[in-house]
């Protein structure tokens, strides 16, 4: 790791030559503006040595809240400051864009809400976040329910088979099940399609993590190797990701069709007051079809399914795996979630109604993704000069950015940051039941009262300090759905089964590219050990299967 604190008044002499024109060049593009923040100087291993935002958190523990981070001839501003992360996503918004994830995801999800110019998503966003309204995250949570049960009772029949062989345990890589699991489930709730990965494979599922591995390693690469002319057709790995891409259009084609032919439209308000538990198809493309006034060209609907499946699904599997790691690390953790499982659910299996009695287990969900954010960077770019304001730990009076600057919020850093975390680096699911009083000016400090009914903590209650779905206008428009989703798995994971790694902690390795997952997956070793759990199934139709579309691909 090669980091120094320097400014450009003083350069340091071991500084490589080349290293040292890239700063002069990238100060002289930016006018000199974010010139006196303090540099972090890359070297190309940090990209390849270990994820990226350790290094980050390194060099923000050295330098500060706010510090620039030259790599070669490019120059980002990496932000670790709730009060610099409040301006940038809430309070300046509309100054930035999505920048380098936006030339990443685009060929992916098109004008989805993600990579969207605003325009588009200033439109989108209108009609898509209604539809995650109170009654369709009821019937969401019964879908959970069902599709994690199909997943429980996967490890029951493994297990049965093994204790015919004498064995108490089964060894599985929840990272890939939990995958499998999130699958399922964001295609019956995004646009009523059944992956049932859980139990099978078939070439959309292959396609689906095609597409996920490309977008990943674009991520992870920083080279737009996509972009040379003809790579389309000559680079072996684009050839498949086109291949890919197309197998998921022509399932998401058909189902819009479907979805098309037996529009019933009508207002936003009658949408949301339709009878969902009954409703055979509950899915957010039934509601973006039927809702009156907002006819959309397929494409449009098209990248809008894609960039939820997307956003939806990795992100919450992800939620799930280092859950179970941590619980797995701390026995009496899982034993207090087991008993609160226990004395709310008995043997039945969670509610929209339970899931607010499962406090605790909320918190382990919040407190994973607080340790390990998904993705653990937000990226924008400024698309006019701006002026950040006064940090923390930064410069006192801010710093003037100019149009055009690449920043990364540091979500990772701020969940980390020992100015803002008592044991920031522990599995204390607990520390969100207590106000903590701001000790910095401009920082509100955290206090549950600010966000009244929330029934998880969010970047209101901390003032930015916690920010797992981002904030502002481009918040996540599925994080109640994620965390409901991650609530039930776990909840009937835990009502079944007790979890031990397979090996070390330290045998875990991360990697990142959108989200933070394991290098060779997170093997587990799985036992009934509970008397509760040893009785009869849970009170739910194991054989359940949900209406869902038909899609013929001719593949
Ligand atoms: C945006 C995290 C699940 C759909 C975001 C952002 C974050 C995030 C941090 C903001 C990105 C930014 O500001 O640059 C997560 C996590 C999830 C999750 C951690 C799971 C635990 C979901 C689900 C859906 C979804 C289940 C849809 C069903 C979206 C969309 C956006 C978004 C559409 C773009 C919003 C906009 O720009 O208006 N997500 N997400 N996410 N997420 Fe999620």
């Known amino acids: ?237 684009q050839r498949k990701f086109y291949g890919d891409l197309k197998v998921i259009n022509d399932c998401l084609d058909v189902l819009i069709r479907n979805a098309k032919e037996t529009r019933e439209e009508t207002d936003v308000e009658k949408l949301q007051q339709r009878d969902y538990l009954n409703l055979k198809d509950a899915s957010l493309l039934r509601f973006l079809v039927d809702m009156r006034g907002t006819d959309v060209d397929d494409r449009q609907l098209r990248d809008d399914l894609m960039t939820m499946l997307i956003a939806g699904h990795e992100t919450t599997a992800a939620v799930l795996t280092w859950a179970v790691f941590f619980l797995a690390q701390n026995p009496s953790k899982m034993k207090k979630a087991q008993e609160e499982i226990d004395s709310v659910l008995g043997q039945d299996g969670p509610t929209y109604e339970s899931i607010k009695k499962l406090e605790y287990t909320r918190l382990i969900a919040v407190e994973s993704l607080r340790l390990f954010p998904q993705p653990p960077l937000l990226i924008r770019r400024s698309l006019k000069p701006d002026k950040l304001p006064g940090g923390y730990n930064g410069a006192k009076d801010g710093y003037a950015v100019p149009a055009g600057t690449d920043l990364f919020i540091s979500v990772y850093n701020l969940h980390r940051s020992p100015y803002f975390w008592d044991n920031p680096n522990e599995f204390e699911p607990e520390r969100f039941l207590v106000e903590k009083k701001s000790h910095v000016e401009g920082w509100a400090g955290f206090d549950p009262s600010r966000s009244p009914g929330a029934l998880y903590p969010n970047e209101i209650i901390a003032d930015f300090a916690f920010l797992p779905f981002g904030g502002g206008p481009r918040k996540c428009v599925g994080d109640q759905f994620a965390l409901m989703e991650s609530t039930v798995a776990l909840a009937m994971l835990l009502q079944k089964f007790t979890v031990e790694l397979k090996g070390s902690p330290d045998s875990v390795e991360q990697v990142t590219g959108a989200t933070l997952h394991t290098k060779n997956g997170l093997w587990c070793k799985l036992q009934k050990s509970r008397p509760c759990a040893e009785q009869s199934s849970i009170a739910i139709d194991a054989s359940w299967v949900p209406h869902t579309s038909t899609v013929r691909l001719h593949l």
């Not at 290094?55 to 790599?71: C, P, R, T």
Request: glycine residues 6%; neutral net charge; proline residues 5%.
């Open 1 to 237: 790791l090669r980091s120094q604190s320097t400014s450009t008044e003083e350069p340091k002499t071991k500084r490589n030559l080349l290293d040292n024109a890239s700063n002069l060049l990238t100060n002289f593009l930016s006018g000199g503006k974010i010139g006196s923040m303090p540099t972090a100087e890359g070297a190309v291993t940090d990209l390849f040595d270990r994820p990226l935002f350790f290094s980050l958190y390194d060099w923000f523990i050295e330098h500060g809240s706010v510090y620039k981070l030259a790599f070669g001839p490019k120059a980002f501003v990496v932000v670790s400051d709730p009060i610099v992360a409040r301006h940038i996503l809430r309070e300046n918004a509309f100054s930035y864009d999505k920048g380098v994830l936006a030339d990443i995801l685009e060929p992916i999800m098109g004008k989805g809400l993600i990579p969207a110019d605003l325009d588009t998503w200033k439109q989108r966003r209108r009609v898509i976040a209604p539809g995650f309204h109170s009654l369709y995250l009821e019937a969401m949570v019964k879908t959970f329910r069902n599709c994690s049960e199909r997943t429980i009772v996967k490890f029951e029949k493994l297990l049965e088979r093994e204790s015919l062989r004498g064995g108490k345990a089964i060894e599985l890589d929840l990272e890939a099940e939990f995958s499998s699991l999130a699958l399922d489930i964001i295609g019956l709730g995004v646009f009523n399609y059944d992956f049932g990965s859980v139990t099978k494979e078939s070439p959309v599922i292959k396609a689906v993590y095609g597409t996920l591995f490309e977008a990943e390693h674009r991520s992870t690469f920083y080279i737009p190797y996509w972009k040379f002319p003809l790579a389309k057709w000559i680079v072996p790995r």
